[in-house]
């Protein structure tokens, strides 16, 4: 594929390598297919957020030079890849494209969502504007609707200051049940305890527990359950059937292609039975 990225994978200084196997919760071959190859590497981190926020000043200050730009396979948008070792593993970061929404009414969405939803990235960080939250936090809680391992990167906290913006992190982080670092990116400030963070949900030693919405409106609820229970009994395990639900609702074809391919089953560990294609026949 003449535009997939290769970037050297960085050597192990010690002999740690591949003792936190079970770990790691990306699916390399949708990765392959999405143009990023996981071999000698621990980990991968998506890089998400609103246009604007930092991403590439956070993701230029995690790899340093050790990057590397093309573009996504078969698509003109460009992607940027690099790496860092931490506690001696090798992190491979992908910044996706900036957007507000993961709906894939775009482009750029598609890509960032269907990195999130196939890739399965061990962390996804989701890079805020600490001066615009509640616009940024659209982004935050639709990421959290389809994995369950995320950071907030909330950035531009030097700006949040000179505005005297108060912004109560812990109680952010408590809500959401997921780690909230601050960071001003442009002056390296708080990078090193956005790694660490990165690292702990990765390894596992912080499992988050994603806020996700619970209440929808009346007249879907019944068409929302029934879907429900044909996804969970079709794809058993699928950590987020309510999200894949809604969105077959909305009728969104990346999805409805997905169910009916049985990509969909990919996310769960383990064959798709029968049940998979009779939901499958039924989408058809
Ligand atoms: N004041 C301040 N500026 C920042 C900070 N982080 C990034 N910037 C600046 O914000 C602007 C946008 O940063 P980028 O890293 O390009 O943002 P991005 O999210 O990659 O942008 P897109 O890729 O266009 O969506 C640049 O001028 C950065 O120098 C920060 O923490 N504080
Ligand atoms: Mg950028």
Same mark, same amino acid.
């Given at each position: ?7 050297? &994978? ?16 990306? /699916? $390399? ?10 071999? /000698? %590497? ?8 609103? &246009? /604007? ?17 093309? /573009? %996504? ?11 860092? #070792? ?19 009414? =775009? ?29 940024? #936090? ?46 001003? $990116? ?5 990078? =090193? ?37 044909? #996804?969970?009994?079709?794809? &058993? ?16 074809? =990346? ?16 064959? &798709?039975?029968? $049940? ?9």
């Amino acid at each position: 594929m003449a535009d997939q990225i290769q970037i050297e &994978p960085i050597p192990l200084s010690s002999a740690h390598a591949g003792s936190c196997d079970g770990c790691a919760v990306h /699916n $390399a071959g949708a990765l392959l297919k999405l143009g990023v190859d996981m071999q /000698n %590497w621990d980990y991968v981190v998506a890089l998400a957020g609103n &246009p /604007n926020t930092g991403k590439s000043t956070v993701f230029n200050a995690l790899t340093g030079l050790r990057q590397h730009t093309g /573009n %996504w396979p078969g698509k003109t948008v460009a992607r940027a890849e690099g790496g860092f #070792l931490y506690a001696d593993k090798r992190y491979k970061l992908v910044d996706l494209p900036g957007t507000y929404s993961l709906l894939a009414t =775009s482009l750029d969405e598609e890509i960032a969502r269907d990195f999130i939803l196939f890739g399965q990235p061990d962390v996804t960080v989701v890079v805020v504007d600490a001066t615009r939250l509640e616009r940024n #936090l659209n982004l935050v809680l639709q990421t959290l609707e389809i994995t369950e391992r995320a950071v907030v990167c909330l950035n531009l906290m030097d700006e949040a200051r000179r505005h005297k913006f108060q912004i109560d992190e812990r109680r952010l982080a408590r809500d959401l049940g997921v780690p909230v670092v601050p960071t001003a $990116a442009r002056q390296g400030e708080g990078l =090193s305890e956005l790694i660490q963070a990165v690292h702990e949900v990765a390894t596992g030693q912080v499992t988050c527990k994603p806020y996700r919405m619970q209440k929808e409106p009346k007249a879907i609820k019944g068409a929302l359950d029934r879907l429900v229970a044909q #996804l969970i009994s079709a794809f &058993p395990g699928l950590p987020n059937a309510r999200w894949v639900a809604l969105r077959l609702l909305d009728g969104d074809e =990346s999805i409805v292609q997905a169910v009916r391919s049985g990509e969909l089953g990919q996310l769960i560990s383990g064959t &798709p039975d029968v $049940a998979q294609r009779q939901l499958t026949h039924q989408a058809a």
